[in-house]
Structure formats: structure tokens, C-alpha cells
């Protein structure tokens, strides 16, 4: 479980420190391509395959976390 609570905690400042820079990038150069990506509807597409690699990630951590925790009880036991 320790290894998951570092992975989570990585990715929780990873996402923070990236907030600044998306924030950054709302200048009127990009307006136009916000406009473009809202208009056809390709952001939700954007949103929603970012946010499905994120739930794999985290389904990952979270299977390996168990096989390890497993493998250590296993090891434990001998």
C-alpha cells in the first residue's frame, strides 16, 4: 500500500505543478484553438482519453500493489 500512496502522492503534485502552466497558455494566441477543439467537440474526446489513461495507470498501481503485497505475505510465510 505505501507503494501506492507515493504514486498517488507523485501524481497529485504532478497535477498541480502542470495546473499553472495550462493556466499559462490562456493568452489570446490560444483562444483560436480553444475555439477550434470546442466547436467540433474533439476537446471531450481529448478529456475523456486523458482521463481513461489515468484510471488505467492508477487500476495498475493498484493490481500490482496487491501481487506484491501477495508475493510478500507468500515470502513472510516461509
Partial sequence: MNILK????????????????????????????????????????????IVLIVIALFAYLFYLDRKIARMEKEHDQQ
Wanted: charged share 10%; glycine share 12%; net charge negative.
Fill in 6 to 49: 507515493k504514486a498517488l502522492a507523485t501524481v497529485l503534485v504532478f497535477a498541480v505543478g502542470m495546473t499553472g502552466v495550462l493556466f499559462a497558455q490562456t493568452t489570446a494566441a490560444g483562444a483560436g484553438s480553444e475555439d477550434f477543439m470546442d466547436s467540433n467537440g474533439k476537446i471531450y474526446v481529448v478529456v475523456a482519453v
